[in-house]
């Protein structure tokens, strides 16, 4: 069968490599794709952009593709799982009414109350003077949130009273409406992918991502800068936790609001120092990087998952299974992101053979001729599996070593929490 993954980052280079695993699927497109994606066996890239509907059904259709999985929040936010269903193409993804879980973070806050699942207390805010005077009250640490998509860099987690309200001033003159201002929760966080036909949820094997640029998780967030699976952290009894006190309330509050949500459903949760789960976001899609970790883990082929939550079959399909190995994914960055940087630098060094245990998934990468360029914030993520956790660090920056860019950047930490 043939596969259309929409997205250019890492994560869809992952579902990609790994869609291409499974001797049922003969091709996969990207629409549009990028560098790692132009060169993988039996991949092809499309000149469709992520939010050219007509575009995307048209090459379905010249293609004799069997289903549509989309990565970005964008496209589905905007309702391209609604168009893809209206002219009967099968599509991994929620509808824009399901997507709503992640691009509006008041209503996401408004389903958790109803079904009593545990998350920071938030109120939401549309005047600045209002925000400020709450936050006085409130007092520091606090977290600030726009209430939209942000790519990852719309929350601002503020250490004192005076950089919360630096904060609200700031987002209400970049002419943000709606802010939610937040509990801070300490802890460590854990990202859980869970696939959902609608009405079954199972959750993938939970990974952890370093959201900040710096060191010892320090500086600005990003879309996330390495991840690691699976957890040590996460033993079975609060696998379990997860299961009954966040996903499946979740999906029975989409339920009750008559939304048939088929796709990815997203915990980022916080472990509180009292071990227990607590919502920080939900979002609609695959987490990059997390996707780079556990799907190179994953031993069900995806495809076969993936069709059982469009055709409605996931409560029918055998346990999902996973290789037992350790898996971490250091991201390499453009020098100045999240802020602002340069594009188009060669990249050199990029080896690895199938062998080693070692994939890189591309991110911000273009071919141009046969010189692969850099083209986004995140340009490579490099994926390492090892009998543990210690050796696969090992492998992953053994890997980050022998590659360069002008001005790349990487954190030389990821797996720090481990505490190897
Ligand atoms: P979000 O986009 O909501 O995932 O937020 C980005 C990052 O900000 C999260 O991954 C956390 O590291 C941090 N964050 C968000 N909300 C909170 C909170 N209530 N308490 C502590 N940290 C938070
Ligand atoms: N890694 C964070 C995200 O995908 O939102």
């Known amino acids: 069968m043939k596969i259309l993954v929409v997205g250019n980052g890492g994560r869809e280079h992952a579902l990609a490599w790994t869609l291409l695993r499974s001797s049922n699927v003969e091709r996969v497109f990207c629409a549009p794709g990028n560098g790692g994606t132009a060169t993988l066996k039996n991949c092809q890239n499309l000149a469709v952009a992520v939010d050219d509907f007509q575009g995307i059904a048209s090459a379905v259709k010249a293609n004799d593709i069997s289903l549509v999985v989309v990565g970005p929040e964008v496209p589905l936010a905007m309702g391209i799982t609604d168009y893809l269903q209206q002219q009967q193409i099968p599509v991994f993804g929620p509808t824009q009414a399901g997507a709503r879980l992640e691009s509006s973070k008041s209503w996401a806050k408004e389903l958790m109350q109803s079904e009593n699942i545990p998350t920071a207390q938030a109120h939401t805010f549309t005047d600045a003077a209002a925000a400020r005077e709450y936050v006085e009250r409130q007092g520091a640490p606090i977290v600030i949130k726009v209430d939209g998509l942000a790519a990852g860099k719309g929350v601002i987690v503020a250490a004192t009273v005076s950089e919360a309200i630096a904060a609200i001033d ?125 799907l190179p883990l994953l031993a069900t082929p995806l495809e076969k998952l993936l069709f059982a939550c469009v055709e409605q079959r996931l409560a029918a399909q055998p346990p999902i299974t996973w290789n037992d190995k350790a898996s971490v994914c250091v991201v390499i960055a453009s020098g100045g992101y999240p802020d602002s940087y340069q594009k188009g630098y060669e990249i050199s060094g990029l080896k690895t053979n199938s062998e080693s245990g070692v994939t890189i998934f591309h991110a911000g990468t273009k071919l141009q001729g046969d010189r692969l360029i850099t083209d986004g914030g995140r340009v490579l993520g490099v994926t390492a599996l090892g009998n543990n956790h210690s050796e696969a660090i090992s492998l992953a920056y053994g890997t980050v070593a022998t590659i360069q860019f002008e001005a790349m950047y990487y954190r030389r930490d990821i797996g720090h929490r481990l505490k190897l």
Not at 229 to 258: M, T, Y
């Open 170 to 294: 700031g987002l209400f003159a970049q002419n943000f409406t709606q802010l939610v201002i937040e509990e801070f929760l300490a802890g460590e966080e854990v990202s859980v992918l869970a696939l959902t036909d609608g009405k079954t949820i199972r959750p993938l094997i939970p990974a952890q991502d370093h959201k900040r640029i710096g060191e010892k998780d320090t500086g600005k967030n990003t879309g996330g800068m390495g991840a690691y699976a699976p957890l040590p952290l996460v033993d079975d009894s609060l696998q379990q936790r997860i299961q009954q006190e966040i996903l499946q309330p979740i999906l029975k509050a989409l339920n009750k609001r008559g939304i048939d949500y088929r796709g990815v459903i997203y915990a980022g949760l916080m472990i509180t120092p009292q071990g227990n789960p607590k919502v920080i976001e939900f979002n609609c899609r695959f987490g990059d990087p997390e996707t780079q970790v556990v």
